[in-house]
């Protein structure tokens, strides 16, 4: 039997075939795949030809095309439906992976012919999108230290690796000492306020931990989160919130003070070697927000609006805990307790009013129309095209004059084998190097699976996700570029969630609902009442949530922005770092040093914790325009098209914004969603 990956698909549009697909092929289809590009690696570097934009950088752009026919395919269904199989294929393929990435940015004839090409930028008569591509390849180089002298190149490789076994280290160790505390409760009293649910998984977690018969509480957010917000005991409360703000520093072996010292000084020393005064400089050189001044304003203001509306907050809650009786001071451990008690009496909401309105596949096509209103896009049920699991369903995407954009398979149940939460997945980046090649995504989720009568509802939250969702398959489905490095959402990172967070804006918009969240017994729409209930819970206890993400966002800043690579004293760092920022005592920042998984395990979210408020001040002010003159403006849709959805990373993202917009984005419009514009309620 032949390997489907070795022949062209026939298949409709080319979508994978995954009913012949099996899991043996993979193993060899990588094996010939990194062989192809390996070969194709060299050919570039050792062309005797003098370096041109077509020998050199297109022909990079070209390369390893095989690969990403395995690799779409693969990281997908491995990420949607994996197997002990694909396990193992995919543990083989990471440092085969990392092997070609140093082949291609390691390589020192490349690297000169494609600054040679850039040093003549002017005089090859580029177009716009060739030069940025010539331009983001040699930016690839560069941050990767191939420009530096073979010296300076082992120093980096060296940093390199100790910052890998370091980051590992303060991994190990925070899960560790996670793991190690547990709060034992064995009378049921202590047990006082807390939901049934809630003490059915405390009880599952206790036989798990060999305490049969006793209710275990443990540091994982799922765990922690519902005892604060639900348990009358104070004492408990604070114990388990103590224990949650004392990882990886109580002096034990797993204590992670010295290894984030250590991580952010050696930083500190690859940044001044790669030529950046900061490894936030370093960071945030290939951002839109561009320079650690523009992340410190933001966030700061963020944090002192956030910190004025939680203080007010704290009025009320220190209302109800006086009412209570005695006399007692709103602590850091009672904020999640008194904010339950105060949302349940002004935004009474629950999930199983709002269910019925939210039918699975009125959801979808609520989604699609959105699209069709905006775009002229409509969605074709394809149900003939092969998938790898039960519960997909795959659409045909076409323009208003029926012409073919792509595929979007929209992947809804929770199955054993797939990873939590939901993302979109591409098989097939679009690109037109070598003629036509359309895209196709995935969305996936975790929804139930459809009960007796052939329906599932989703919550609040699930409709906001299959809106973030599509928002991403629409990225992919519209881009509009010669060059798969350009495609679809290859944005840099602080803007790869704007196309996403904006199309939840349509989706419990009052006009867009009144289409869609229909009642599925009696088809009558969601009240308007109910609507504005669930629009007003969206700001409840936004003060404190911002003024925790902020302070963590500013202190991730201030690790990131040491200029020196001296050892730092991490906790006399973190006391003089709040205290800079001026956070009020009652809140402690989401993550604490030792326990700031995000920038401390790994590269990707140092000095780059803020992407998540950012990515909010953009689709806040990015929804402005439609706000303003119609959530079905089609001249502000065509432009966001135009300008955003369709070019992909093929221009700096706040050019693309500043095109569509008409300006910077500003941070009054999240300032108003999250009711921080008001005076307290
Ligand atoms: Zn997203």
């Not at 602590?331 to 904010?339: F, G, H, I």
């Not at 699975?360 to 092969?386: I, M, Y």
């Not at 149940?413 to 070598?434: E, F, S, T």
């Not at 206890?541 to 925790?548: D, I, L, M, V």
């Amino acid at each position: 039997m032949t390997n489907p990956f070795f022949a062209n698909w026939n298949t409709p549009f080319g979508a994978p075939p995954f009913d012949e697909i099996q899991d043996q092929h993979f193993g060899a289809a990588f094996d010939r795949a990194i062989k192809e590009w390996e070969a194709e690696i060299e050919v570039i570097a050792a062309n005797p030809a003098a370096p041109t934009f077509e020998n050199t950088v297109e022909a990079l752009d070209r390369s390893g095309a095989l690969f990403d026919k395995v690799a779409g395919v693969f990281n997908a269904i491995n990420a949607s439906d994996t197997n002990p199989a694909r396990q193992t294929v995919a543990r083989e393929l990471a440092p085969r992976e990392a092997r070609l990435d140093d082949l291609r940015l390691q390589n020192p004839d490349i690297w000169a012919r494609i600054d040679a090409l850039y040093e003549n930028k002017g005089d090859l008569g580029l177009s716009d999108e060739e030069s940025a591509l010539l331009t983001r390849f040699r930016k690839d180089y560069v941050r990767a230290g191939a420009a530096l002298d073979p010296q300076k190149k082992a120093e980096v490789s060296d940093l390199n690796a100790k910052l890998a076994g370091l980051q590992n280290k303060f991994a190990e160790n925070l899960l560790a000492d996670a793991q190690a505390w547990e709060l034992v409760l064995t009378d049921e009293a202590d047990l006082e306020g807390l939901p049934q649910d809630i003490r059915d998984a405390a009880a599952d977690v206790a036989q798990e931990r060999g305490h049969e018969g006793a209710w275990v509480f443990t540091l994982s957010r799922s765990s922690f989160t519902p005892f604060l917000t639900f348990s009358t005991r104070c004492d408990l409360r604070e114990r388990i919130y103590t224990a949650y703000v004392g990882q990886g520093c109580s002096g034990n072996e797993n204590d992670n003070r010295k290894v984030s010292a250590e991580v952010a000084a050696l930083r500190a020393r690859r940044a001044h070697l790669l030529g950046y005064p900061t490894h936030a400089h370093w960071v945030l050189d290939d951002s839109m927000a561009g320079t650690p001044e523009a992340v410190t304003e933001f966030v700061g203001t963020m944090l002192d609006r956030a910190q004025e509306r939680a203080r007010a907050d704290l009025t009320d809650m220190q209302a109800l805990a006086t009412e209570d009786g005695g006399d007692h001071e709103v602590a850091p451990w009672d904020w999640w307790y008194y904010a339950e008690r105060i949302r349940q009496t002004r935004y009474e909401l629950d999930d199983s009013e709002v269910k019925p309105y939210f039918e699975l596949s009125r959801v979808r096509d609520g989604a699609f129309a959105v699209a069709t209103k905006l775009w002229g896009l409509t969605f074709h049920a394809r149900p003939e095209l092969p998938t790898y699991a039960e519960g997909i369903e795959p659409f045909e995407v076409r323009e208003a004059d029926g012409s073919h954009v792509g595929l979007i398979y929209m992947d809804w149940p929770a199955r054993a084998g797939k990873r939590a939460g939901a993302w979109m997945n591409a098989y097939r980046a679009q690109n037109k190097l070598d003629g036509a090649v359309t895209p196709i995504v995935s969305n996936n989720f975790n929804f139930p699976s459809p009960g007796k009568n052939g329906m599932v509802f989703l919550g609040a939250d699930e409709v906001r996700t299959v809106f973030h969702e599509f928002g991403h398959g629409l990225h992919g489905l519209l881009s509009d570029n010669t060059y798969k490095r350009f495609a679809g959402t290859s944005v840099l990172r602080d803007f790869v969630e704007f196309p996403s967070q904006i199309m939840e804006k349509w989706a419990f918009h009052p006009e867009v609902m009144k289409s869609y969240a229909v009642h599925f017994e009696t088809g009558e729409a969601m009240p308007d009442e109910l609507m504005e209930r669930l629009n007003a819970a969206t700001k409840f206890n936004q003060g404190f949530r911002s003024t925790e993400y902020s302070a963590a966002a500013l202190l991730d800043m201030d690790w990131h922005m040491l200029e020196t690579d001296d050892l730092q004293d991490a906790d006399e760092f973190e006391k003089a770092s709040l205290e800079r920022m001026g956070l009020m005592k009652e809140i402690a920042p989401r993550y604490r040093s030792t326990f700031f998984a995000h920038i401390f395990t790994n590269t990707f979210y140092s000095a780059g914790y803020y992407v998540y408020d950012w990515a909010a001040v953009l689709d806040a002010d990015g929804f402005v325009p439609f706000k303003e003159d119609g959530i079905y403006n089609t001249d502000h849709a065509k432009s966001l098209r135009a300008n955003v959805l369709s070019r992909g990373g093929s221009e700096h993202p706040m050019e693309l914004y500043k095109r569509y917009r008409g300006q910077e984005p500003t941070i009054d419009a999240l300032l108003e969603v999250r009711g921080f514009g008001q005076a307290a309620e």
